[in-house]
């Protein structure tokens, strides 16, 4: 099997065991995640008198079966941090980022995903955001993550790449059951800084971040 067939194979196995997990266990174990995710932000984030700035978090709306993150937007809109969203642009196969403030800023876009309206402020300079929470498929302890295959984060990801500018955190939301033996890693595929899940917290190697 080459990369391509790996990836489609682990998608479709993924699906299915996040599929797998009661409505009632998802949410339970998104509340506990959304926590661990609050806590790591508010070390992340925090501000710095030397920039004018906001400390500004990029993350996903959820859908489906993904890790509900809303609770970590809710306490970010109560803090004095910028949260970003992205509206996908399928005629490009590119993301947009708008800011929001509240959940008045989201109308529902693509595939039914919640995103910005169209008077939302947009986030031109990627340079600006200091943290990512990424959605995926499975993830693995090489921080190898396996998206749904629109190539969207990658794409976004690579604008870091071509420019040489250094790449904010990146962390991925996810539940236990997420995790597998190993990720198939092409060449334009990104590695996540850390991995959040309703039992720990893990960066490269396996090894357990603080809290």
Do not use: H
Not at 62 to 88: G, N
Not at 176 to 202: H, K
Request: include cysteine.
């Amino acid at each position: 099997m080459n990369i391509k067939e790996k990836k489609i194979e682990l998608r479709r196995q993924a699906e299915a065991v996040r599929s797998a997990i009661t409505e009632e266990e998802r949410l339970r174990k998104s509340e506990i995640i959304s926590e661990k995710l609050l806590k790591r932000l508010e070390k992340l984030l925090k501000p710095d008198p030397t920039v004018r700035r906001k400390p500004t978090l990029f993350t996903y709306m959820p859908v489906k079966t993904e890790v509900d993150v809303t609770p970590v937007l809710e306490a970010c809109w109560k803090r004095p941090w910028r949260v970003v969203v992205p509206k996908v642009i399928p005629a490009y196969k590119q993301m947009k980022l708008y800011e929001i403030k509240s959940y008045v800023d989201l109308e529902r876009g693509n595939w039914g995903i919640r995103e910005p309206v169209a008077k939302a402020p947009q986030l031109f300079d990627i340079r600006q955001i200091d943290v990512v929470i990424v959605p995926g498929l499975a993830f693995d302890l090489r921080m190898g993550r396996l998206g749904y295959g629109g190539g969207f984060y990658d794409r976004f990801m690579q604008q870091y790449v071509r420019t040489g500018l250094p790449k904010p955190y990146i962390i991925a939301a996810a539940f236990e059951e997420q995790l597998v033996d190993e990720v198939p890693m092409g060449l334009f595929d990104f590695r996540i800084n850390e991995l959040v899940t309703e039992e720990r917290c893990l960066t490269e190697g396996g090894a357990v971040c603080r809290e």
